[in-house]
Each structure stands twice: as structure tokens, then as C-alpha cells.
């Protein structure tokens, strides 16, 4: 599957990248010699431990570099005025008579207890391209769906991420 990315996102990847070969990478193998050296390599708890997170780090880094030879960069085309990616929008739901504020961001990025919407959720998607003031059908399921009133649509800058989500 093809992840949708912006270049901020690649960018990010590819520094996660880097710091895990070439910072992490030979802390790890150091710490892999010094278990090593200790002798008995069958009751060697460090040993043991060292290598694996040797392998939990190249796992991580072949996930990413994979991440990113699949990648699809998205961009955000839309109006100051619109929902679009990293735009922080507030809704209010009729049936619930509440307001919520989203932030919508890639897939990779999305993370509901934040209120990071992916673009391809549900959500994200019947909310892009909206503007103040519209009433936007969500669809949850075949039998269910229901409206929201776009109230408020700000630009934000994309950057208060934590990390990359792991699949």
C-alpha cells in the first residue's frame, strides 16, 4: 500500500533514518561487543538484550526506508478558507449540540486521541474542501451517518507532531 506523505513527513523519515544508522546503530553494536566480551554467551542476559534491540533498530529502519520508496507525496491544494491537510477545523455536531476541533494530517500521522484526523478517514475525507458555515454529511457505516456545521477553519503549520507512527 502506497502511504500518502508530504515532503515535511519524508523529511522527517529519512532524519529518523539517519540518526538510527548513524548514531544508534554503533551505540547498539558497541554495546553488542561489550556483552559479548563478558564470556558465558548462555546465561549472558546483556547479550541477549543488545541484539535484540539491534534487531528492533534495523526492523525500524527497513520500515521506513520501505515507508518511503512507496510513498505518495500529497500536497495541500486548497484555499485559506477550505478544509485541507494541516488545517485545524472546528465542527459542531447537531445531534450531540457540541463543538470538536480537529487537525487534519497524513495517515501516518493521524492519532484520534489527539484529534489528527487522517485524510483518509471517514472524517478527514467528507471534511476536505469544506468551508465555514457548511453542513457536511458523515457517513460511519451503510445504515448510520451523521452532520456537522464547519465553524471555524485555521492554518496551522504542520510541525506539533510527536513521530512516526509504527504499524
Known amino acids: ?34 556483552a559479548r566480551a563478558q564470556g558465558d554467551l ?12 539491534n534487531g528492533t533498530n534495523n526492523s525500524r529502519i527497513r520500515y521506513l526506508e520501505r515507508m518511503l520508496k512507496n510513498a505518495v507525496i500529497v500536497e495541500d491544494h486548497s484555499s485559506s478558507d477550505e478544509v485541507g491537510l494541516n488545517k485545524t477545523v472546528t465542527v459542531y455536531i447537531e445531534e450531540d449540540d457540541e463543538c470538536e476541533t480537529y487537525k487534519i494530517v497524513t495517515s501516518i500521522r493521524g492519532n484520534s486521541m489527539k484529534n489528527l484526523i487522517s485524510i483518509e478517514s471517514p472524517l478527514g475525507k467528507a ?14 457505516n451503510d445504515a448510520y451517518s451523521y452532520d456537522v456545521v464547519i465553524r471555524d477553519i485555521q492554518d496551522t503549520d504542520g510541525e506539533d507532531h510527536d513521530h512516526i507512527r509504527a504499524f
Open 42 to 53: 548462555s546465561e549472558n542476559f546483556e547479550y541477549y538484550a543488545a541484539r535484540r534491540e
Open 127 to 140: 471534511l476536505l474542501h469544506h468551508r465555514i458555515g457548511d453542513i457536511v454529511t458523515i457517513p460511519v
Open 1 to 34: 500500500m502506497k502511504e500518502k506523505l508530504t515532503r515535511k513527513d519524508m523529511e522527517k523519515i529519512q532524519a529518523e533514518i539517519d540518526h538510527r544508522k548513524l548514531v544508534l546503530r554503533p551505540q547498539i553494536l558497541d554495546a553488542v561487543r561489550e
